[in-house]
């Protein structure tokens, strides 16, 4: 069986991993041991010297809670834009995901306050 050769996709998609799990603040080891892969492996993955198996790829996606999609999306110029979209789009999912957690644990009072400061803030 011959060996699969490492392309520019597979360097791509590696740095997108690493990328994410440091905005998520995940050590190597952290984000290893929930994959199921050993540490090791997943800087392979990182460093692009090792194709990533789907299965795990899907893995990563789901713990970091991010669109399987945006470990494909090039840095290249003329994409840089749909780049942002989707980056920005996984941001504001995150800060709503934040906002509707933290929302439960304000009482009432607390609930119409900032609800009355963040109509101040958007006139």
Same mark, same amino acid.
Not at 2 to 31: H, N, P, Y
């Given at each position: ?13 590696? #740095?997108? %991993? ?6 998520? #603040?995940?050590? &190597? &080891? $952290?984000?290893?041991?929930? %994959?199921?892969? $050993?540490?090791?492996? !997943? ?7 090792? #194709? %990533? ?7 990563? &996606? ?5 669109? %399987?999609?945006?470990?494909?999306? $090039? ?7 749909? $780049? ?6 996984? #941001? ?20 119409? &306050? ?6 101040? !803030?958007?006139?």
């Amino acid at each position: 069986m011959s060996k699969l050769t490492v392309t520019e996709a597979d360097k791509l998609i590696g #740095k997108r %991993i690493q990328q994410r799990r440091k905005e998520k #603040k995940l050590t &190597a &080891a $952290s984000l290893s041991e929930k %994959i199921g892969v $050993s540490q090791q492996q !997943l800087s392979r993955y990182e460093r692009g010297t090792n #194709k %990533i198996n789907v299965t795990h790829l899907i893995d990563i &996606a789901a713990y970091l809670d991010t669109p %399987i999609s945006w470990f494909f999306i $090039s840095h290249d110029v003329e994409n840089k834009q749909e $780049s942002e979209k989707v980056y920005q789009s996984v #941001k504001t999912e995150e800060l709503k995901a934040q906002l509707d957690l933290l929302w439960t644990k304000l009482s009432s009072e607390q609930q119409s &306050a900032f609800i009355v400061l963040l109509d101040k !803030l958007t006139n």
